[in-house]
C-alpha cells in the first residue's frame, strides 16, 4: 500500500481498508493546524491507487466500505473522482460505502448531478471540517470560506443525497468572540441536516501561526471553564437532530445519536462540570494532547 506519510484516518468509520488517493491538504493554512504543513497536495498517480486497489482484492475482496485519504480528498474534480470510483468498484465488487473528508469549499466544483453520480458509485458520506458559522471567526483563522458558503455548499449535498458531518472547533474565536463563535456556528449548523455535528477544543500546537500569536497576546485563548461555557452557549443554540460526538480533546463525552432528546441533560452535564471542574487538572489533560 502506498501511504506517503502519517496516516489521518476518520477513527469513527470503519478504519480498514484505507486508500490514499491525495496527499496534503488543498488549503494547508488554518491557522490552528499543522497535520499538513510540510506536504504539497497533489493526486497519488492512478498506477499507483490501481496497485492499492489490486492488493486489497487480494487482502481483503469482501470489503464493503473503504475511507478515502488524506486531508481533503473529495477537493478533486469529478472528472478526476469518477475513474477512481470505477477503479475500487472494478477490484472491490461488494463495496458499499466509500467516505471521504472534504473542506466546504470542495464541494463548490461540484454540480448537484455530478454529486448524485459520484453517489451512485458509492460516495454517500463525507466529513466537512467546518469549525465554525461565524464570518469574522472564519476570517480569524484563514478557513477560506464564509457561513454563506457553508449554507449553499451543504444544501447542495442534502439535494444529492449524500450524508455529511460538521465540526465545531471550540476556542478558535479566541475570549474576545467566544459568544459570537458559539452562537453563530450554531445558528448556521440548525439551517442544515448534517449526519453528525462532531466538536473539539482548540488546543495550542507548536508550529501553529495561533500559538505565536497568542505567545504576542495578540490571541487570548480560552481557560478550560471557558471552552466549557462556549461549548454549551453552542449546545444551548443547536436545533437540528443529529448524532453529536464530543472528539479526544473535550473533556467530557457526550458522543450519541438523537442529539434534541439529549440536549438538556448534555447542558445539565456541562453546567455541573463548569461549577466543579478543576482548572489544573483539565489543563493537564489538554497539554497531554499531541495532534489534532
Known sequence: MHFTGTVYRNPYWPTWPLLEITQGCTHNSCKFCTMYKDIHFRLSPLEWIEEDLKELAVTDPDARTIQLLSANPFALSYDKLVPIMEMINKYLPKMEVIYAAGRVSDVRNKSVEELKKLKDMGLKEITLGVESGDDWTLDRINKGYHASDILT????????????????????????????????????????????????????????????????????????????????????????????????????????????????????????????????????????????
Open 153 to 292: 455548499q451543504c444544501h447542495k449535498l442534502e439535494e444529492a443525497g449524500i450524508e455529511y458531518w460538521m465540526t465545531f472547533l471550540g476556542g478558535v474565536a479566541g475570549r474576545e468572540h467566544s459568544r459570537e463563535h458559539a452562537i453563530n456556528s450554531a445558528k448556521i449548523f440548525s439551517q442544515c441536516k448534517p449526519l453528525l455535528v462532531g466538536t473539539s477544543s482548540l488546543t495550542l500546537f507548536p508550529g501553529t501561526p495561533l500559538l505565536e500569536e497568542a505567545e504576542r497576546g495578540e490571541f487570548k485563548p480560552l481557560t478550560e471553564k471557558e471552552l466549557l461555557e462556549e461549548l454549551k452557549l453552542f449546545v444551548e443554540n443547536l436545533e437540528c437532530d443529529c448524532i453529536f460526538n464530543t472528539h479526544h480533546t473535550v473533556l467530557a463525552n457526550f458522543s450519541g445519536p438523537n442529539f434534541l432528546a439529549r440536549k438538556a441533560n448534555i447542558i445539565s452535564q456541562l453546567d455541573f462540570m463548569i461549577k466543579h471542574g478543576d482548572e489544573s487538572r483539565m489543563q493537564a489533560f489538554r497539554r497531554n494532547k499531541r495532534t489534532l
